[in-house]
């Protein structure tokens, strides 16, 4: 798989994915969600998690058998070595659904060799749905999707924070990123589903995301569209990011053009001994 219309194939696998598992979401919410703990550290999953993650699987894994897969709640799956590997997050904002807030979303990725080469992310809710392939832009529901340039306002940007679910209670780098954001944004928000986050920057509706000790599955979709439609996206160094699948506890700081040297420079203030 290597021609661009390969991956337009891959794409329309994949919002067709995701709008299914959308509406399967769609109806859950509506009724009763069963929620359990999971993990360590106050995670919790759905059974809604489990019955989208199962049919993203089963719809990926037929028309891509010899790939590997990256799935929230079933881990790796699929071809133990391939060079192209899905990453799937049936349900980006499971902590929002389970206290009745209609804020989520559905994400998949496609990467070759680690390298994010198609993105997309679709919101149950509203029905939208937007997709990148690297090189080739990003969509919309309204069709090619640009980052507006970040025009500066009176009373600062408006941000994103994105923390991974192993930052501990008393992280002192997270508490003193989280205060300069603060004190030097209009808002910040915190929305528990960061695939959303990044189709926001890559609309323009908020200016930037600073991302701490993040995980995997909600991250290579969203950040390949933002990237796609023009945001930039950095380590916290101001190095090249790029969305590793390996290991975990990702830092990064992405936002529309005009605002990176800032945010890194505010980044940099925080972190430094």
Not at 47 to 70: C, Q, S, T, Y
Not at 121 to 128: D, K, L, S
Not at 245 to 264: I, M, Q
Request: net charge negative.
């Amino acid at each position: 798989m290597t021609s661009d219309t390969d991956l337009e194939h891959a794409r329309r696998i994949a919002v067709d994915a995701a709008e299914a598992a959308g509406l399967l979401l769609s109806a859950g919410t509506c009724g009763i969600v069963e929620i359990n703990s999971k993990g360590d550290h106050g995670d919790v999953v759905t059974n809604l998690d489990l019955a989208a993650e199962k049919l993203l699987l089963e719809r990926v894994l037929a028309a891509f058998p010899g790939h590997a897969v990256i799935a929230e709640e079933s881990g790796r799956l699929g071809e133990a070595v391939s060079e192209w590997t899905w990453v799937i997050d049936p349900l980006d904002g499971t902590n929002n659904v389970a206290i009745g807030l209609p804020l989520y979303a559905v994400g998949l990725a496609l990467c070759r060799d680690g390298r994010p080469e198609l993105g997309v992310v679709h919101e149950p809710v509203t029905g939208r749905t937007w997709s990148a392939i690297r090189g080739r832009g990003a969509l919309g529901p309204g069709g090619p999707l640009t980052t507006p340039p970040y025009r500066p306002a009176a009373h600062g940007p408006v941000l994103a924070w994105i923390q991974g679910y192993g930052v501990r209670r008393g992280d002192a780098v997270a508490g003193a990123l989280k205060a300069g954001l603060d004190e030097h944004a209009r808002r910040v928000l915190r929305l528990w589903a960061p695939l959303l986050a990044w189709v926001m920057l890559a609309r323009g509706d908020i200016d930037g995301i600073v991302g701490y000790r993040t995980g995997i599955v909600d991250l290579p979709g969203g950040l390949l569209i933002a990237r796609e439609a023009g945001a930039l996206v950095t380590a916290f160094d101001g190095t090249p990011f790029d969305a590793p699948l390996s290991g975990d506890g990702h830092d990064f700081v992405a936002s529309r053009p005009g605002l990176l040297d800032d945010l890194l420079e505010l980044v940099g203030d925080r972190i430094r001994p």
